[in-house]
């Protein structure tokens, strides 16, 4: 609730589970409700996008990437339906390794939900959402 009020109920965001509590920046400590929250350590797994989630008069190309560790390989599992990413029985399902670019052209409303877990067990969900020409 307190993100909720704090955001806004339909703002997009992506929460870490680090130590058993939910924080939305895994590498700053924050707080929920006045608890502060530990950190997530620098091993962890994080995905970047090259285009910030927003507004855009037209087509454009963006690259997700896994920015995890160097060294440790991440499978990103990914969606364009709004479906969950994570669900190994999703056939909508798609993954690749390390990054991929995406061409986001037609007017109207864009996401890329992804699921990445690197080979040591570190995992993240992200989400990514654009808009193409104004509101419709």
Known sequence: MSLGQQLGFNAIITLYLVDGKWVRNPEVPSTIAGQPLTALPARGTFLTADKASGEYAGAFDVTI???????????????????????????????????????????????????????????VFESFAWTIGGQQ
Do not use: E, M
């Open 65 to 123: 990437a896994h920015a995890g560790t160097t060294g440790r390989h991440a499978k990103i599992y990914y969606t364009q339906d709004g479906s969950d990413p994570s669900d190994s029985n999703n056939k909508k399902r798609a993954s690749f390794d390390a990054k991929k670019t995406f061409n986001v052209v037609d007017n109207g409303h864009h996401s890329i939900l992804c699921y990445a877990q690197d080979s040591i067990g570190h995992w």
